[in-house]
């Protein structure tokens, strides 16, 4: 789905402008998307499987809930949105926890350029997945995989992308102290 958000320089201010999802790719301009990762309190972690008619990286197993943050949109009201509309969840605010800001720059084959700023978060996924509801044009399938995955992209390659094993190690370090915290 094409959808308007705001241009951001490169060190991720909004300039002012706005422009389609698909113009801002086409022409490599910076924007900013939410990364949600939905982990168990018995060390699971969400992976949600990419729909095939996607333009990037289709068919592969990827984040819990990703998404563009619409034009005007704030940082938690999109990531909200964008775990409601892929995976029908209702989630608080205050179950997000952000773990930081990473600037995202790929260039694709299909001629793509993701120069993007991911405000990630984490959160404790307390619904059965029985009780999620897969958006069927953004995603193929969700599953929940030993939390373990995360730092070992290497053996398990057909599941994860390998070159963002830095990347899924912190991710992983800060659901496992958010995880110590509780007990």
Known sequence: MDELIDILTPEGTLTGRRALKSEAHKNGWFHATVH???????????????ALTKKVFPGLWDISVAGHIGAGEGVLASAKREIFEEIGL?????????????????????????NEFHHVFIGELKAPISDLIPQKEEVAGIQLFDLDI?????????ILLTRFHEYYCTVYDKISEHLKGKK
């Open 150 to 158: 995360l730092r070992n992209t290497k053996k398990n390659e057909n």
């Open 90 to 114: 209702n989630i608080k605010e205050k179950d997000l926890i952000k773990i930081g800001t990473r600037i995202h720059q790929v260039s694709h084959k299909n001629g793509i350029q993701d």
């Open 36 to 50: 949600i990762w939905l982990f168990t309190s018995d060390e699971k972690i969400l992976l949600q499987k990419r």
